[in-house]
């Protein structure tokens, strides 16, 4: 098993131009249990374990017509809709030169049959721990208090027990509570997936 590349990213909330000049008033941290936070975690990540096998391979053991279909068969309601979830399936999912998905000869998308499969660590896997969990409460001043925020912040790093491939995972996962009071993952910061050679 050989590693090729980390994939890595930060997907920000794009605020208007303008609030790139503004600064926040007050930041403020406070602890959260890590256990509450690991059932929180797990709900956000349980789709992408359910389609990851023991061979570290992050793919759908069923045919899969489209981007609908799977999203009806894997519930991903505790991950943002409009971008983190797209991400997540085109981090999994094979693409032409063009962006496009790639079929096989029967209709059914292709996820990583070539030399390369992607695999997406979880808080489910061995090796793969939380290093903290804290509410960030952000506040501006009265004019700006439309960008207020308050994110539950739930930090993950690897440790010995992880498969070498991933020894250097980490994970920061930032989650808003929606009009029900759920928390939902809108953002995450770190490591999406680890490419590796068959």
């Known amino acids: 098993m050989k590693k090729i590349i980390v994939v890595s990213i930060i997907i920000a909330i794009m605020l208007s131009a303008c609030s790139n000049t503004i600064k926040p008033i007050k930041v403020k941290e406070t602890e959260f249990d890590l256990s509450e936070a690991e059932i929180i975690l797990k709900k956000a990540w349980k789709p992408v374990n359910e389609i990851t096998n023991s061979k570290f391979e992050t793919r759908p053991n ?53 030399n390369i ?18 509410i960030k409460e952000t506040k501006y001043k009265e004019e700006y208090s439309s960008l207020d925020k308050i994110e539950l912040v739930i930090e993950e790093e690897s440790n010995s027990k992880i498969i070498d491939i991933a020894s250097e995972f980490h994970r920061k996962n930032y989650f808003r509570r929606n009009e029900h009071g759920e928390w939902i993952l809108y953002d995450i910061e770190g490591t999406t997936a680890i490419g590796w050679e068959r």
Do not use: C, W
């Open 117 to 134: 499969i992607n695999y997406i660590p979880t808080i489910y896997d061995k090796g793969v721990s939380i290093k903290r969990a804290y």
């Open 62 to 114: 069923i045919p899969i017509k489209s981007s609908n279909e799977f999203f009806n068969i894997y519930d991903f309601s505790y991950m943002e809709e409009q971008r983190l979830r797209v991400h997540i399936f085109e981090v999994i999912v094979d693409l032409d030169n063009n962006g496009k998905v790639v079929t096989d000869n029967n209709g059914n998308l292709v996820f990583g049959e070539g």
